[in-house]
């Protein structure tokens, strides 16, 4: 079992900047790559950003890409998002994600940016 705890969530003005935590405890030595993905009201939840194991591969959906940066601590279990130039449209609650031999997801952080 893993168990994901999301932090940094908000409200910002648009243009400015959060960044979003998520630590992982339990069964870590059985995670793989992790993402962030987020869900505005109505809509399905989709990705933002996921990372591999290492590090060293990351992909972002198109409509966040130069603007979030994801990144992972795996001494402190810990993924995070950068959030730069937020949009109103970047308005969601944010879910962290972690897969072992199947999804984990947290609990949801709720990220609002008022235009």
């Known amino acids: 079992q893993v168990q994901l705890v999301e932090s940094g969530g908000g409200l910002v003005q648009a243009g400015g900047s959060l960044r979003l935590s998520c630590a992982a405890s339990?069964?870590?030595?059985?995670?793989?790559?992790m993402g962030w993905y987020r869900q505005a009201p109505g809509k399905q939840r989709d990705l933002v950003a996921r990372?591999?194991?290492?590090?060293?591969?990351?992909t972002y959906a198109d409509s966040v890409k130069g603007r979030f940066t994801i990144s992972r601590d795996n001494a402190k279990s810990t993924v995070y998002l950068q959030m730069n130039s937020l949009k109103p449209e970047d308005t969601a609650v944010y879910y962290c994600?972690?897969?072992?031999?199947?999804?984990?997801w947290g609990q949801g952080t709720q990220v609002t940016v008022s235009s």
């Open positions: 994600n972690a897969r072992t031999y199947r999804n984990y």
């Open positions: 339990g069964n870590i030595g059985s995670i793989n790559d």
């Open positions: 990372i591999s194991s290492s590090g060293g591969t990351t």
